[in-house]
């Protein structure tokens, strides 16, 4: 024992005594290691955000109360689902017909100061799904999106150069036109969209080089596991986005737990050799009562957290949820607050657990 002694300088007796303080702490907790394969949010990282006029009201010091909120909850980084809105633009924007509502300079202002990172969504046009559900219109309404996709990505260039020169809080793109499995289930019509998220994802890699591509989908179940999954296929395969996030449709109701794995096993299987990335999207909400004034409500914690384990098995650690900011943080639902915390809290103590009793086991070995 005198080599170990010399090796890490603490003598056997000392090793007891931090041991016995462990002990007390609770972090050796039965309840804690029992509980320990159920930690399911500790790879919940990222979420989405949504921006609205209302933003632009916000003060610096309710951002960072927002900001602080979720990294409390985990999270480290945010998808902004958009940086305009219609005919709103939530940065500097002076062409005709365009309103200013100005939150995203503050927004990667405040999000530096916590230590977030940000993804920035391109431009969303609440007439989108009208407009390709229209096979006749799709391909010139497309056409007209990359046009004014040309102009837009300068402007958000000249944002991220001025409220981040440093490279510190943008950590990418986000495009907004999300993919589903019911207007791109006839495979004649998948090349005009893998054409359009080409332009789109070639465009962004021009203006930054440096920054990964994200885009979403999500499924109805109008597409069988296999046909979806080459569709996914084609999409990393012919553009340069770098990660397809896949949202898991349960919170919507359009998939439950045993049908999911099925495309996800699928998935899993047809981007195996590839080097773009898959990561999930679990929903955080279910849908409301019909007599209800909101859409969406909170989901149980239990299923959330089945929903945490089965994304766990699939794509890149790294998990998303769809959102915090309505359905977890602040004052939303404090029972879902409360659980997820606890689970973190869970996660955090059962790792100190696990590395407190390596050091113990291995200076006995020494």
Known sequence: MIKSEMKYGVAPKVWWVFLWLCLSMGMFNPIVWAGQDDCETKNATRTFFQVWRFHAN??????????????????SEVILQWSSYGKVSYFY???????????????LQEAKKAGLKVWLGLHYDPDFWDVIS???????????????????????VRVIERE?????????????????????RDVNAQPLLTEYLRGVSERLKSATPE?????????????????YGNLCKKILAETFIDTLLLQDSVGTGKMSLPKLKLYLEN????????????????ELFEMAHKNS????????????????????????PQLTVFAAADHLLGDVNKTLSDNWRQDRAQCSASATSSSAMYLLRRGDRE
Do not use: C
């Not at 040309?150 to 958000?156: C, G, R």
């Not at 495009?175 to 207007?183: L, P």
């Not at 299987?269 to 990335?277: A, F, G, Y």
């Open 211 to 227: 920054y990964p591509v994200l885009i979403s989908s999500y499924l109805t179940g109008k597409m069988s596991p296999t046909a």
């Open 93 to 107: 924007d002076h062409r005709p017909g365009r309103e200013v509502s100005l939150s995203l300079p503050m927004i």
């Open 58 to 75: 916000y003060s610096s010091t309710q951002w960072h109360e927002h900001f602080m909120d979720m990294q409390r909850h985990g999270f």
């Open 134 to 156: 229209a096979e006749e219109k799709r391909e010139d309404y497309l056409r007209e999106r990359i046009q004014d996709l040309e102009k837009t990505i300068p402007l958000l």
């Open 267 to 282: 998935l899993k299987k047809v981007l195996v050799d590839s080097e773009k990335q898959l990561g999930i999207i679990v």
């Open 164 to 184: 981040d020169p440093d490279r510190k809080v943008v950590a990418g793109w986000y495009i907004s036109d999300e993919v589903d499995d019911s207007n791109w």
């Open 293 to 316: 004034k909101k859409d969406t409500v909170s989901a149980d914690f239990n299923r959330v957290k089945k929903q945490l384990a089965l994304a766990g098995n699939y794509g890149v």
